[in-house]
């Protein structure tokens, strides 16, 4: 693209940046790189000043103009410098906007990278050289393509730039409005939320939930079917009415008038008499949860939390959650939420690097404590020390009641140190990265939802249409109640997509208890770990979009038949039902690599091929005396030689990539059928697809 399609823009940006949010129902994405994959040098590696990472992130580098620590500096001065980066999802992108700290003018190229890996060249700069430090913010603007654009390279000359050269941030929007503004001081008080828009008022969820009692801290689980509150001295509490807290569930009875059937006492383990027992989250199938306190010896003790897991007998005795250096200065203060995918766990407490009263923290299992997403109760999750998510969130004052959505990027919590409507307001921001320390600027959620009175302990489902909060205003008798509001499509989190099934064996149909793993094709990321129910193997998984997805069951002595999804153009919530296949791991079973992907007419494999490539790899090098005959299928379309052949050559091109990968190619014999041995009908594509297949047969173990 030549330079008429570009503009160069005098942007001062300041700390504080008006990233793009929609005020109307057409959703508006706006993304900051969340990790690098490629660079040509660097002066420093990590977190360190002028390290790649640097770029990750909103633009943060300050001073203006000047060298910043905030910002990559390459180590070489010539024409081939380079920085690849990826984001966190894919979208139809118009623009692409890169920050150059310091010494501007050097970028030759920017590349766009598609979820194929293919790159798309939008901008072009033949002539390299110094521009005026205003002139800091590189805009390039293009129609939106057939392509979703999921990382960015930039090529540079500094060698055309005296001195070194500074890029601080790389982002893309689907939007073509201008993506850094000039400072903006976001409004304190009922000016900062006049845009949040609601589609309804304030709805008190009624007598089978609410009662005269003290009803509060809700859950709702990420199906929008179950809802887990707290009620504080019940008579139907396990203590009595001198209970002090009880965990309460109530089943949601008419989706569509949005009605709760009686709750029903939780019960004991959970439940302990006089002791404050409260959830804190659910996991997405509902057999995980994550409690509020330590039990010991039938008592609950605010020293942390712990997990509670369901079978068929009810739910399991809490044990403990293992965090490193985790302490809590004033216990009586706890909230937590685990994320849906298990791969993050936020907390409220308050600790000395804290930055006044609770703050928000953060932990990550430990990668060799990962047993499975808590699926052994003897092998519990071991958690990193607390991280604290900064000052775009916390205050000096209350911060808590964190709630993660299930896009795992929007977080909402209640502060008592930004001011607003009373003592607590509920506010909400978005995670800009993977540092989890870089954040939106925090966005009151309004006067219909914040009052003068006491609110917090906001929880959405998965669909994000509606919402779930405490309030003090005209609850039954004057005490908390919990209430429903719906959003409006732009103030919902960003689109998910709630997947269910069965793990099943698949000579059999039985069920099986078994992990379910599911991860980012694009990256090979493991996003997420979850459970199957062991009463009858179903499982519940939620895929934020912009991604394809591959998933899979497993278990002592099967092999996984892998799925995928691909909802990278997904715009609207969904929920879509796949059985997974487990595949007992004896001499004359055959698993479909169903996660195995070529260009069309072609055999060259497609890079979201490796993850699944990797795991056979792993396979054949656990188990070293297997042998494979790996079979390839066309569907019958076309000429049947040429399809043959296309089937013998992608097999082929499949056993090359794991030989160069380290496995004994005299372990692997290969066969193209083309299109001789279909498993589905060829009249439609739907069913026509399944014939296009590759396979592995075990022929020694």
Wanted: aromatic share 8%.
């Amino acid at each position: 693209m030549s330079e008429s399609f570009v503009s160069r823009l005098l942007t001062l940006v300041s700390v504080a940046l008006l990233l793009l949010f929609s005020t109307n129902s057409q959703a508006q994405r706006v993304l900051w790189a969340a990790r690098v994959v490629g660079v040509s040098s660097q002066k420093a590696e990590g977190k360190e000043p002028f390290a790649p990472s640097q770029v990750l992130g909103t633009p943060n580098a300050l001073p203006l103009g000047q060298i910043s620590n905030d910002a990559w500096i390459p180590k070489k001065e010539g024409s081939n410098e380079f920085i690849e980066v990826r984001f966190g999802r894919s979208i139809a992108a118009q623009q692409v906007t890169i920050i150059e700290n310091f010494n501007p003018g050097s970028i030759t190229k920017v590349e766009l990278v598609d979820t194929k890996g293919e790159k798309h060249e939008v901008y072009t700069n033949t002539n390299p050289g110094p521009l005026p430090e205003p002139f800091r913010t590189l805009e390039v603007r293009f129609p939106v393509a057939q392509y979703r654009t999921i990382g960015v390279i930039v090529r540079m000359n500094t060698g055309k730039v005296e001195g070194v050269n500074q890029i601080d941030a790389i982002g893309i929007a689907d939007v073509a409005s201008t993506m850094v503004k000039q400072a903006f001081d976001a409004p304190k008080g009922p000016d900062a939320v006049a845009s949040t828009q609601f589609d309804s008022s304030l709805v008190n969820l009624g007598p089978n939930v609410n009662s005269r009692y003290v009803d509060t801290h809700p859950v709702i689980s990420p199906d929008g079917r179950t809802l887990y509150f707290a009620r504080q001295s019940h008579p139907g509490n396990v203590g009595g009415s001198r209970d002090p807290q009880d965990i309460w569930i109530s089943k949601l009875v008419s989706g569509k008038n949005k009605t709760w059937g009686p709750a029903r006492n939780m019960g004991e383990p959970s439940n302990t008499p006089e002791d404050p027992n409260g959830l804190a989250s659910v996991s997405a199938n509902g057999q995980t949860a994550l409690l509020i306190g330590v039990y010991v010896d039938g008592l609950m003790e605010p020293k942390g939390f712990s997990m509670s897991r369901r079978s068929a007998g009810g739910w399991s005795k809490p044990v403990k959650v293992e965090i490193d250096d985790y302490y809590n200065k004033d216990p009586e203060h706890i909230d937590a939420c685990l994320a849906t995918s298990g791969k993050a766990l936020l907390m409220a407490v308050e600790r000395n690097d804290g930055i006044g009263g609770q703050d928000i923290y953060v932990s990550f299992p430990k990668p060799d404590k990962l047993p499975g997403a808590m699926a052994d109760p003897k092998k519990q999750v071991e958690w990193t020390k607390p991280l604290n998510l900064g000052p775009n969130v916390n205050t000096a004052k209350a911060d808590f009641a964190p709630f993660l959505a299930a896009d795992e990027k929007t977080l909402y919590f209640a502060s008592e140190g930004r001011g607003g409507y009373g003592k607590s307001d509920i506010f909400y921001c978005k995670r800009l990265d993977d540092t989890w320390t870089n954040w939106s600027p925090p966005r009151n959620l309004g006067p219909v939802v914040n009052s003068p009175d006491f609110d917090a302990y906001y929880t959405v489902s998965a669909a994000g249409q509606d919402a779930y909060l405490v309030s003090s205003r005209n609850g039954t008798d004057g005490s908390k109640d919990i209430f429903r509001i719906s959003l409006a499509p732009a103030f919902q989190p960003e689109v998910v997509t709630l997947v269910t099934g069965r793990v099943l064996d698949v000579n059999t149909g039985k069920p099986i208890r078994a992990i379910i793993h599911y991860e980012n094709l694009l990256t090979g990321e493991e996003i997420g770990v979850t459970e199957t129910d062991p009463r009858d193997g179903s499982y519940t998984i939620v895929l934020p979009s912009g991604v394809q997805y591959g998933y899979r069951a497993e278990a002592v002595g099967y092999l996984a038949e892998n799925a995928s999804l691909d909802v990278t153009a997904k715009d609207k919530y969904s929920e879509q039902q796949q059985d997974l296949f487990l595949v007992p791991f004896n001499v004359g079973q055959t698993v479909k690599l169903n996660n195995i992907f070529f260009q069309q007419s072609r055999y060259y494999l497609n890079t979201n091929s490796y993850p699944e490539l990797a795991r056979l790899i792993r396979i054949m090098k656990d188990y070293p005396s297997v042998e494979i005959k790996i079979s390839g299928h066309t569907d019958n379309q076309g000429d049947p030689a040429l399809n043959l052949k296309l089937s013998q050559d992608r097999v082929n091109e499949v056993k090359k990539y794991l030989s160069s990968h380290g496995v004994n190619g005299n372990r692997i014999t290969t066969e193209g059928f083309g299109g001789t041995k279909p498993i589905a009908s060829n009249d439609q594509e739907e069913t026509r697809a399944k014939n296009r297949r590759v396979e592995f047969t075990i022929t020694k173990k």
